[in-house]
């Protein structure tokens, strides 16, 4: 019985996190990850003078397997400057569908979001070198998390063990995806050509700390804020 309600009460656990997300270590928007059994939410808002001048209010939602990490549906609604987009991709048997289009997909693919869901519920000794086939928005991809030790993060006055991974993306073919323009985060963050890391909380929760994203120049840099 008691096996059967905590059981229960996981399936139930929410964990949410504000992040700060900095160019050159100036504060450009806000962030909101909320994570849960099946589904990871990520909600983006530029802050500052950015959002005058390059305003965004983004969200993505994913629903995911919970055993293996493959894509159920994914959405987002963008707003993004001049730029509004609404999408909603669908994997089910094996085709991946976006409006009419479709793809042949296995149903374990996963995405940039199902990878950040993963690497905060399994280990690094499972998932250090090993190349996941993914999809990006109907592109099919590969990543892989490399791991690269363990380091001690600070936050505020808390110190955190985390381990460390570089997180690595390569296309496949020239297969184009479903949408002919897509907004600047599904743009730039699985760039092959970029450098993506990643630290997640070794203990505990094993919440993502810190990400930095060097892409086209510029250094992104996404931190969790002070509790």
Known sequence: MRRIFFSSLFSTIIFSQNYSAKVYGFSVADAQLTLKPDSINLQFKTNGIVDFIWPSDNTYFT???????????????????????????????????????????????????????????????????????????????LGRFLWAGTETITIGHTNILCDHFRMDFKHIDETTGFLTQTDRFMQYAPNPDGVCQIWVERNGNRRIIRVTINVYGFPYEIVLKND
């Open 63 to 141: 629903y995911f397997d919970s055993a293996h990490f493959g894509l159920k549906t994914f959405q987002k609604k963008i707003r993004q400057e001049n730029f509004d987009q609404k999408c909603l991709i669908e994997l089910n048997d094996g085709i991946l569908k976006y409006k009419k289009e479709t793809r042949v997909r296995g149903d374990s693919t996963k995405t940039i979001f199902t990878m950040l869901a993963m690497v905060t519920r399994r280990t690094y000794k499972t998932l250090d070198t090993q190349w996941f086939e993914m999809d990006h928005e109907g592109k099919p991809i």
